[in-house]
Nanobody, 124 residues
Framework: QVQLVESGGGVVQAGGSLRLSCAAS????????MGWFRQAPGKEREFVAT????????YYADSVKGRFTISRDNVKNTVYLQMNNLKPEDTAGYYC?????????????????WGQGTQVTVSS
């Protein structure tokens, strides 16, 4: 079993930056691909970014490509989401997720474990 705890959310002005962290429990962290998803009020949860177990492969939603960077530290059992040039439409709850395979995935149904989320609010 894997437990995930997100942190780093907050309120930031448009054009600003935030760095989200997701701390994972467990002793096989490097075997899990990780993902970030977000959900705004009245909308379905959407894919943001994913990273393979090794950290060699990453994929991003078109809406965040070039602005967000996902990374991981397998020694610290932590995955990060660096968010730059934030826009009001980025406002959402951000959720960290882990899947029991090392290969990246973009669909939330492919993930086995979820954190409770951290709120990101971007003001204009």
């Amino acid at each position: 079993q894997v437990q995930l705890v997100e942190s780093g959310g907050g309120v930031v002005q448009a054009g600003g930056s935030l760095r989200l962290s997701c701390a994972a429990s467990g002793r096989t962290f490097s075997t899990y691909a990780m993902g970030w998803f977000r959900q705004a009020p009245g909308k379905e949860r959407e894919f943001v970014a994913t990273i393979s177990g090794s950290g060699w492969s990453t994929y991003y939603a078109d809406s965040v490509k070039g602005r967000f960077t996902i990374s991981r530290d397998n020694v610290k059992n932590t995955v990060y989401l660096q968010m730059n040039n934030l826009k009001p439409e980025d406002t959402a709850g951000y959720y960290c997720a882990a899947r029991s395979k090392a290969v990246t995935a973009k669909s939330p149904v492919e993930y086995n474990y979820w954190g409770q989320g951290t709120q990101v609010t971007v003001s204009s």
